[in-house]
């Protein structure tokens, strides 16, 4: 197990379920209801368990990956990207499902996804593989699934944080 393969994988699953959705029967409303949920608690549990697991620890040995300028720039861009998915998600599951609403709220949500999945896997997860031990990934890999199993029937509740006192709280 690795920590960064497993967050690269579980990007190609987000972006295939984007794509099911996309392509999926538009009047089956019940299963475009059945494909969102799982896709925005994937979502959820995903960003809140990088902010729980891989972001503290990629602040203590990272340096700034990619074309980052530094690992605190990386770091806080990424939870300022995870609102915006939060936001997106939000906006998503407050719309009737199949209306034009909600498929506007869909792509905004993918395309804010995307953008931050792009820059995550360019800066983030380069910059740990360079400097996190394969001990290290392998252990945040076991705890960060272990968070999204315990979660994955009922999801977690969304919790926006500022992005400059997150970093604060965590670079002690
Ligand atoms: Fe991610
Ligand atoms: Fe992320």
């Given at each position: 197990?690795?920590?960064?393969?497993?967050?690269?994988?579980?990007?190609?699953?987000?972006?295939?379920?984007?794509?099911?959705?996309?392509?999926?029967?538009?009047?089956?409303?019940?299963?475009?209801?059945?494909?969102?949920?799982?896709?925005?608690?994937?979502?959820?549990?995903?960003?809140?368990?990088?902010?729980?697991?891989?972001?503290?620890?990629?602040?203590?040995?990272?340096?700034?990956?990619?074309?980052?300028?530094?690992?605190?720039?990386?770091?806080?861009?990424?939870?300022?990207?995870?609102?915006?998915i939060?936001?997106?998600?939000?906006?998503?599951?407050?719309?009737?499902?199949?209306?034009?609403?909600?498929?506007?709220?869909?792509?905004?949500?993918d395309?804010a996804n995307s953008?931050h999945?792009?820059?995550?896997?360019?800066?983030?997860?380069?910059?740990?593989?360079?400097?996190?031990?394969?001990?290290?990934?392998?252990?945040?890999?076991?705890?960060?699934?272990?968070?999204?199993?315990?979660?994955?029937?009922?999801?977690?509740?969304?919790?926006?944080?500022?992005?400059?006192?997150?970093?604060?709280?965590?670079?002690?």
């Amino acid at each position: 197990m690795d920590i960064t393969e497993v967050i690269l994988h579980q990007h190609m699953e987000q972006r295939r379920m984007f794509a099911l959705l996309e392509e999926w029967p538009r009047d089956d409303t019940e299963g475009l209801a059945a494909l969102w949920k799982r896709l925005a608690v994937l979502l959820e549990t995903h960003a809140e368990g990088e902010e729980k697991f891989f972001y503290p620890q990629l602040l203590h040995v990272g340096t700034g990956g990619g074309d980052a300028d530094d690992v605190d720039e990386e770091t806080e861009d990424a939870v300022k990207d995870h609102n915006e998915i939060r936001d997106g998600v939000r906006k998503v599951s407050g719309s009737a499902v199949g209306s034009d609403e909600w498929w506007q709220a869909v792509t905004d949500c993918d395309a804010a996804n995307s953008d931050h999945m792009a820059e995550e896997e360019r800066q983030d997860l380069t910059d740990f593989r360079r400097h996190a031990s394969l001990e290290e990934r392998h252990e945040l890999a076991r705890k960060f699934l272990r968070y999204e199993a315990v979660n994955a029937a009922q999801g977690v509740t969304p919790v926006d944080k500022d992005p400059k006192e997150w970093l604060e709280q965590h670079q002690s």
